[in-house]
T-cell receptor, first 113, second 112 residues
Framework: GENVEQHPSTLSVQEGDSAVIKCTYS??????FPWYKQELGKGPQLIID?????GEKKDQRIAVTLNKTAKHFSLHITETQPEDSAVYFC????????????FGSGTRLQVQP | ETGVTQSPTHLIKTRGQQVTLRCSSQ?????VSWYQQALGQGPQFIFQ???????GRGNFPPRFSGLQFPNYSSELNVNALELDDSALYLC???????????FGPGTRLTVL
């Protein structure tokens, strides 16, 4: 089955700096890669996603890049703000019809004011 | 807001008991997936329901079972609770034709 590894496990940045979180996946059949933000006591919130036919996608301060050959994808957050502090999860899926998500282990991002 | 609701918010059970968790979506999403999230870990896929039938299952034993109703709401049932079943249980709703899954706030289950 699919295996997703995520690094780093914790990341501390100063407000205004950029943050980068990286994930690798094992199943070359995976074709959908979402990123979720989870705040304390809440469920995961989808912040951006990318499909395998696209190499990069951007939404305001958030961008995701995908390298299918190397089987890795990354989340980039620019101009970080204290409200960006949360746990971020990458995920991958590829089962047509079922589309079960396999998650990474999470990155705790802390943005220092 | 994802429009996905779960009940109850918190639940405390003892080992060996049975529990039922509920999930509903306001936006007509016809596919429901359930995930277990242990403390400090990423969610793990339990199973998915589409058209009131199980449509794929992760590495969980048969004492984890589910239902989906005609209005697309869903239940997760866990029998013979074990201490390791203590976790946040998340449901995610989606349309069968899309990849995007929207998560509810979860139910925190504690097994003593």
């Amino acid at each position: 089955g699919e295996n997703v590894e995520q690094h780093p496990s914790t990341l501390s940045v100063q407000e205004g700096d950029s943050a980068v979180i990286k994930c690798t996946y094992s199943d070359s059949a995976s074709n959908y890669f979402p990123w979720y933000k989870q705040e304390l006591g809440k469920g995961p919130q989808l912040i951006i996603d990318i499909r395998s036919n696209v190499g990069e996608k951007k939404d305001q301060r958030i961008a995701v890049t995908l390298n299918k050959t190397a089987k890795h994808f990354s989340l980039h957050i620019t101009e970080t703000q204290p409200e960006d502090s949360a746990v971020y999860f990458c995920a991958a899926s590829g089962d047509t019809g079922r589309r079960a998500l396999t998650f990474g282990s999470g990155t705790r991002l802390q943005v220092q004011p | 807001e994802t429009g996905v609701t779960q009940s109850p918010t918190h639940l405390i059970k003892t080992r060996g008991q049975q529990v039922t968790l509920r999930c509903s979506s306001q936006s007509g999403h016809n596919t429901v997936s359930w995930y277990q999230q242990a403390l400090g870990q990423g969610p793990q896929f339990i199973f998915q329901y589409y058209r009131e039938e199980e449509n794929g299952r992760g590495n969980f034993p048969p004492r984890f079972s589910g239902l989906q109703f005609p209005n697309y709401s869903s239940e997760l049932n866990v029998n013979a609770l074990e201490l390791d079943d203590s976790a946040l249980y998340l449901c995610a709703c989606s349309l069968a034709s899309t990849d995007t899954q929207y998560f509810g706030p979860g139910t925190r289950l504690t097994v003593l």
